[in-house]
């Protein structure tokens, strides 16, 4: 059992990478960029919302904002353009700064309000600088190339794209799978014991928020550079709505959920626009709902649990499974709230 | 014993104009063990939550040393010596008695920052993990998530925690409460132990554990200080008697 185990984890990585390499010839190709780049969106958030246990509703900023400024870089430059989308999971990183900066210290939906209100901030700013960002319509004409090769055809840029993206990939399990990381879910879980083991809580929240943030814009980066195009929708708060729907819907704090959620997602408005149908929002909705409901831990969280309960293996820390003592102390006010 | 290493001088905290700590002057010794004892809604907890920075006081000031902590942060007064273990077990749930512990160790490392590295990184705190948790008789749970723990184990890996930090001050609020006979044994055989070199402020309800352990109490009633001196003085106090010692007394 162990040893299946073991074996379990690169037998997964290695369909996961055949996947990756295999998915442009599956579906058409500028789908598969969106899948992948919007995968790499919800890993990154699921390192904030799962664990950290802080949900975001302006990551539009982080992922639009890094669109805009990869664009412009490509543009005005006409460097490489992983030179272009990493500079803009930098200014992502930066725009984060202050956002988490003035944000982290909140709590549950007083930080979505305000990450949310940041975030419509920066679309107002985009949406008014006509000159620089094209307004309504978008920055176009975004050139893609590398070293003289042009990659504008769209399978060309997905397998150009692909390692930034694992990279990115390798970075979210890496920093979940670290020190740091350890530290977070013991955030996540009773800040205030964290704190009294001596953790700077709302610093290491702060991190977690950048880092969260430089990964969703070179995710968001990407995006704008496969297609050419840094649209005004990609700063628009539904941006938003939409990363966190996947992380929802593939599990939240397993990381790998919100690629399933993303993938998802991705067909099925592929599949509706295709089929010309104009409610998307209803039919995505609806079945964001069920899912919710029916899986309570999204589709890989629920997936996972039953294969280790056919495996006999005990998850800790479910519902049940502790007594009501845990948790946070009952009267610690002004942990981690407002001041 | 010398002068106060922790002081409290006036030191209140009001709730929507409720005062759950009164005025609360306190001066506890270097090396000392300080019992502080009073009816449930004393203000026992919340005091504690003042020393350490987890509430603001209305009014008052608290000194580490000759250091004004007045204001200070939950985290900074943990780095500056001062652990407190929580009355109402404060754990991780899904983490391990020894990822716990290797939590607390590092806490002081900076190697927490490190995003880029593998969590292997606090195997290093392994072997202390070990002896701190083989000292609270938690050796073998080492490997169970805390959230699965029975009661009195999680009350040995909270005090365990709090010793993890090495603190020149060891607040233990409640450390038996709920603990079997024999569990209170080796918990104050820990406590003999460790206050080697430390200052130990404890809220405790049983008074044997108390009379062996404390070198002076503070008896708490309605957030005041009501007496305080050598526990074979305070405990012949009338006012102490009717107050607190009296009725608890009954149930023994
Ligand atoms: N966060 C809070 N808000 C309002 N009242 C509180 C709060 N914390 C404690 N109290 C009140 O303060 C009083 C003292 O509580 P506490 O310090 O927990 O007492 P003890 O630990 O001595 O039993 C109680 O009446 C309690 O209800
Ligand atoms: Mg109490």
Redesign the interface.
């Given at each position: 059992m162990i040893l299946s185990r073991l074996a379990r984890r690169p037998l997964l990585l290695a369909a996961g990478l055949v996947l990756a390499l295999a998915l442009p010839w599956m579906i058409y190709p500028p789908v598969a960029l969106d899948m992948a780049c919007w995968a790499l969106f919800a890993a990154a958030l699921d390192l904030l919302l799962g664990f950290t246990g802080l949900l975001s509703f302006g990551h539009a900023a982080f992922w639009g904002g890094s669109a805009y400024a990869a664009a412009l870089i490509a543009v005005h430059s006409g460097l490489p353009f992983p030179v272009a989308a990493l500079g803009g999971a930098v200014f992502a990183a930066v725009l984060a700064l202050p956002i988490g900066y003035l944000s982290v210290r909140l709590r549950g939906i007083y930080f979505a309000m305000v990450t949310l209100a940041f975030a419509q901030m920066v679309y107002f700013v985009v949406n008014q600088w006509r000159d620089l960002t094209g307004g309504e319509n978008g920055l176009q004409g975004v050139p893609r190339e590398l070293f003289g090769l042009d990659l504008s055809d769209s399978f060309v840029f997905y397998y150009a794209a692909l390692p930034l993206l694992l990279a990115g990939f390798v970075a979210v399990w890496?920093?979940v799978?670290?020190?740091?990381?350890?530290?977070l879910?013991?955030i996540r879980?009773?800040p205030?014991?964290a704190?009294?083991?001596?953790?700077?809580?709302e610093r290491y929240k702060l991190?977690a928020f950048v880092?969260s943030a430089a990964l969703s814009g070179l995710a968001g980066g990407l995006f704008a550079l496969g297609h050419g195009f840094a649209s005004l929708e990609s700063v628009y708060w539904t941006t938003s709505g939409q990363a966190v729907m996947m992380v929802v819907l593939g599990g939240i704090g397993t990381l790998w959920g919100g690629v399933i959620g993303a993938g998802l997602v991705v067909e099925l408005n592929d599949y509706l626009v295709t089929v010309g149908f104009d409610g998307i929002g209803i039919v995505t909705g609806t079945i964001f709902v069920i899912i919710v409901l029916v899986f309570r831990r999204g589709i890989w969280g629920t997936a996972r649990d039953l294969l280790a309960a056919r495996t006999g293996r005990r998850r800790?820390?479910e519902p049940g499974?502790?007594?009501t003592?845990?948790?946070?102390?009952?009267?610690?006010?002004?942990?981690g709230t407002p001041v | 014993m010398d002068g106060p290493v922790l002081r409290a001088q006036g030191l209140a905290k009001e709730f929507r104009g409720f005062r759950a700590v009164d005025g609360v002057d306190l001066d506890v010794a270097d090396g000392s063990v300080h019992a502080l004892v009073g009816p449930n809604g004393a203000g026992k907890?919340?005091l504690f939550?003042l020393l350490?920075g987890?509430?603001?006081p209305s009014a008052g000031r608290i000194l580490l040393g000759g250091r004004d902590l007045t204001g200070s942060?939950?985290?900074q007064v943990?780095?500056l010596g001062v652990?407190?273990s929580?009355?109402?077990?404060?754990?991780?749930?899904?983490?391990t008695p020894r990822?716990h512990l290797?939590?607390?160790l590092?806490?002081?490392t900076g190697?927490?920052?490190?995003?880029?590295?593998?969590?292997r990184?606090?195997d290093r705190f392994g072997d202390r993990a070990m002896e701190l948790l083989d000292q609270v008789g938690l050796a073998g749970h080492a490997g169970t998530?805390?959230?699965?723990l029975a009661?009195g184990h999680?009350r040995a890996l909270e005090l365990a925690?709090a010793l993890a930090?090495d603190p020149r001050v060891l607040l233990l609020d409640e450390p038996t409460a709920g603990m079997g006979a024999e569990d209170v044994e080796r918990t104050v055989e820990l406590v003999r132990k460790v206050r080697a070199g430390r200052t130990v402020v404890m809220v405790e309800h049983n008074m044997s554990v108390v009379s062996s352990l404390a070198d002076r109490v503070t008896v708490l009633q309605s957030g005041r200080v009501l007496v305080e001196g050598p526990y074979a003085e305070i405990r012949h106090d009338p006012r102490v008697i009717s107050a607190y010692l009296g009725d608890a007394d009954a149930g023994h």
């Open positions: 890496r920093v799978r670290s020190p740091f990381g350890r530290v879910v013991s879980d009773n205030a014991r704190q009294a083991l001596g953790y700077p809580v991190l880092l800790p820390g499974s502790g007594d003592q845990d948790g946070a102390p009952a009267r610690t006010p002004g942990v | 907890t919340t939550n350490t987890f509430l603001k942060r939950p985290e943990a780095r652990a407190r929580f009355q109402i077990t404060s754990l991780f749930p899904q983490m990822e290797e939590l607390a590092a806490g002081g190697l927490t920052w490190r995003f880029w590295r593998s969590h990184l606090l998530p805390a959230g699965t009661y999680k925690l930090l």
